[in-house]
């Protein structure tokens, strides 16, 4: 067990921050947790870690698994998802009819919205910050054991079900199906619960596991196809049961067709695990011996949510930050302990 809790935070590039504080506040309802530092690896220089002014958002209680920190780059170059990148984030809501309230709310401001897509362990809608980041919110449940007992959940390969794969919905149902009413107002049972997922682009699954398992000690909770592009892996690890919250995917795409990422406006800077603080140091340097560039830690964060971290990379070279936290990053968990 490597003291693995979650997600921490995911960083993202906005080159207007104003403008993206008002979608991720006013809009998606985030508290605004002020500006502080952020840790920031350099894709480029695996392994070490610079530091950047961040806009921080999450619960007001600064939970890790609740938290984005967007770095303004005015003149940062249009971003693009690809291999060695984060293609999503995702933030968690309660259920179906959060999801198509959440649906009007985006559509009365203008905002574009894709679905309700039924992702058979969740349902999910769609969305693209202003910078062009997509966001998705997604259900709690129903979760990985539909189609698996909760003992032997990724154990398997489980293909979609033929009716929630792209080319089969029904598009014209889902596009017409709205909330009736206005939402004005983010009631408590819209709120969201935090992230739900994120959803990185690599280029080789098994590869892929063998760092977010084997290295990160995440447990794999489910083995499918991307119901978008059945012929690719979609692979989901987490902790524990995997509840959201705690959640890191990846898409295996064939780096031959797949471009790199390019990093910039609208993409994701690195995600962030979150680990118990007595484990940091042991997982750097479990790290550092596996032969991946790990960086010193450092210090973090908005006050009252202040972390340390380290800066490590995926085996596509994707940053990813290791942050302490305490207690579990799973909204579930938290309303339950
Ligand atoms: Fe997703």
Known sequence: ????????????????????????????????LGVAPAPLADPERPGALA??????????????????????????????????????????????DALLQWKRRFLDAGVPVTGILDRHYFQSIYVKDPDGTIVELATLGPGWTVDEPPDAIGAEHRAPPDDMVVGNRDRARIEAERWPDAVPEITDA????????????????????????????????????????PTSFHWYWGVGGGAPGTLVTYFDRDPAREPRVRMGAGQVAHYAVAAAPDTLAPLADALRAAGLPTSAPAAFGPDGARFDAVAAADPDGQPVIVATATGATSYDAQETR
């Open 51 to 96: 530091e950047a002014d961040a806009r921080w958002f999450g619960d007001g209680g600064g939970r890790a698994g609740s938290l984005l920190a967007v770095v303004e780059r005015r003149d940062a170059p249009a971003g693009h998802p690809g291999v060695g990148g984060t293609h999503h984030l995702a933030l968690a809501v309660t259920d179906r």
């Open 190 to 229: 819209l709120r969201i619960r935090g992230l739900h997922h994120v959803t990185a682009i690599g280029a080789d699954i098994e590869r892929t596991h063998a760092f977010v398992a084997g290295r990160l000690g995440m447990r794999r909770v489910k083995r499918t196809s991307n119901f978008d592009d």
């Open 1 to 32: 067990m490597s003291g693995l809790l979650g997600l921490h935070h995911v960083a993202l590039v906005s080159r207007d921050l104003a403008r993206t504080a008002d979608f991720y506040g006013r809009l998606v309802g985030l508290r605004d």
